[in-house]
């Protein structure tokens, strides 16, 4: 069947006040800015705690729902009827013509839920609750009442129009992008970073995001790859600006001069420098990243704490708690896994030593970037300077 209108539910925890005209405008706007990627015409438009999305034109369903789930803000998608106020027999008749189209077979138990939020309305919730369910059962012989654990619910919310619907598809919840600022993550073409990626843009976070090239040793196949991830990622965190740092000269001078075991985590000093600055010229508020206590030598508590130190913009570490698999779950539901194994040489690894140290203590690493002196500086102005911006649509 063909629904015109869907009611979009949203958790309205946190955002009363004037937040909450702002949240519920992002949300319009987000909801917008997804169906425009859709075959047809929609409008979307809100009143008193409510949005709603009106077909214009004919649409697939499917395509609509998979764009609707990827709106960060939205809790639920209700497929409506939406009518005018004929009367109550009016709406008993277009109530059980909705029920006989949408379930083909009837052996099913129901319970009416209705909620009068125009109080004029001359029939109370409990007594529409009643009489429509007369109606239901008179129509449909084979249905049941069932007030505790029903098959489905009949939602009735009587507005200026007369909202009905049956299903509440699950969104992706969250908050609407636009209403918490803009973050820089650092995105690799790993399994995590894509993820902590959409855990913040999750929370209304907009994205920008960085990539440490080293070519020749990493090729373009590498770089392509972290382009098609900040592309599946963007589907949630909308537009993001990908800066492509090329990261080469960095990595060979220190290569050249620090101890090897002290590579990979005065690397990833340098990679976090960088970033903030980056995050700075972007009017980002924060760096994120996808790493994960003791997933590799990189992110011992210790490694953490010495990397962190060079910060002074927030770090936030959306699975820094996460098992691996539950990093895998989350990344094969977003739909990044498939692109994030393919097996393409990562800049971290080229220069890895065989036994990094796990336990690094920062006057060590200090010292040992002391010997960076003399070209470091115009080494990382060179690489933000020569930072190719890819924009991700
Ligand atoms: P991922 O699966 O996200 O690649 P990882 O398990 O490979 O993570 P590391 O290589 O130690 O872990 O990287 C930790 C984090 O540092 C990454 O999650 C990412 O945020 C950042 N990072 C690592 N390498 C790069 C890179 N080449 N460009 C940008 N960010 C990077
Ligand atoms: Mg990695």
Redesign the pocket.
């Known amino acids: 069947m063909r629904f015109q209108s869907f009611l979009i539910k949203y958790a309205e925890i946190g955002v009363k006040g004037k937040n909450r005209y702002l949240f519920e405008d992002k949300l319009v706007a987000q909801i917008a800015r997804a169906l425009r990627s859709v075959d047809g015409t929609f409008e979307v438009w809100k009143t008193t705690g409510r949005i709603y999305v009106d077909a214009k034109t004919e649409y697939d369903f499917e395509e609509v729902i998979d764009a609707l789930q990827h709106v960060f803000g939205i809790a639920g998608i209700c497929p409506l009827l939406q009518i005018e106020d004929n009367g109550f027999e009016d709406l008993c008749r277009q109530t059980v013509a909705f029920l006989d189209e949408r379930y083909e077979d009837k052996h099913l138990t129901f319970k009416v839920v209705a909620r009068r939020a125009r109080k004029s309305y001359p029939i109370h919730s409990e007594e529409i609750n009643a009489r429509l369910g007369e109606a239901i059962l008179t129509a449909f012989p084979e249905m049941r009442v069932n007030v505790h654990h029903p098959d489905f619910f009949v939602n009735v919310e009587v507005r200026e129009k007369i909202n009905i619907y049956t299903e509440v598809i699950p969104g992706p919840g969250g908050m609407p992008l636009g209403t918490n600022g803009r973050a820089m993550l ?8 894509p993820v ?1 990626g959409y855990m913040v843009a999750k929370r209304g976070v907009e994205l920008d995001a ?3 090239h080293a070519p020749p040793y990493t090729s373009e196949r590498a770089k392509q790859k972290v382009v098609d991830l900040a592309r599946i990622v963007s589907r949630y965190a909308g537009p993001i600006r990908l800066h492509v740092v090329n990261f080469t000269d960095i990595q060979m001078y220190i290569y050249e001069k620090c101890p090897h075991d002290e590579l990979t985590i005065i690397m ?1 000093r340098y ?1 976090m420098r960088i970033a903030e600055r980056l995050a700075q010229e972007n009017h980002c508020l924060a760096l994120v ?3 994960s206590i003791g ?2 030598a ?2 011992t508590m210790q490694s953490l704490a010495v990397t962190n130190e060079v910060c002074s913009l927030p770090v936030i570490r959306p699975v820094i708690a996460f098992d691996k698999q539950e990093i895998v779950d989350v990344s094969e539901r977003i739909g990044t896994y498939e692109t994030s194994i393919q097996p393409y040489e ?3 690894t080229i220069f890895v030593a065989k036994h990094p140290v796990t336990k690094p203590l920062l006057k060590v690493i200090v010292r040992s970037e002391k010997k960076l002196a003399e070209e470091i500086d115009a080494k990382v102005e060179e690489a933000l300077t020569t930072a190719e911006t890819i924009e991700i649509e």
Do not use: K
Request: charged share 15%; with cysteine.
């Open positions: 650092l995105l690799s073409g790993g399994i995590d970073s902590a960085v990539y440490f990833r990679m990243t996808g790493e997933q590799v990189s992110q990562d800049c971290c």
